[in-house]
């Protein structure tokens, strides 16, 4: 499934981008990413909120 696919399916996906693309990955994917720093519980925490319950069901 490309990035286009899973965003027009709904599906969360956690990707990197180096600095040196995130103008390029703005204008594609812009308003629909959040930045989470490089941290696993940062991750995990992030994760968690875009997959609970209340924001499936919004």
Do not use: N
């Amino acid at each position: 499934m490309t990035f286009a696919a899973a965003v027009a399916a709904g599906v969360p996906v956690l990707t990197s981008v180096s600095p040196a693309f995130m103008s390029a990955w703005d204008r594609f994917a812009a308003p629909l990413y959040d930045v989470v720093p490089a941290d696993i519980a940062a991750v995990e925490a992030s994760m968690r909120a875009v997959l609970s319950p209340a924001r499936i069901e919004a």
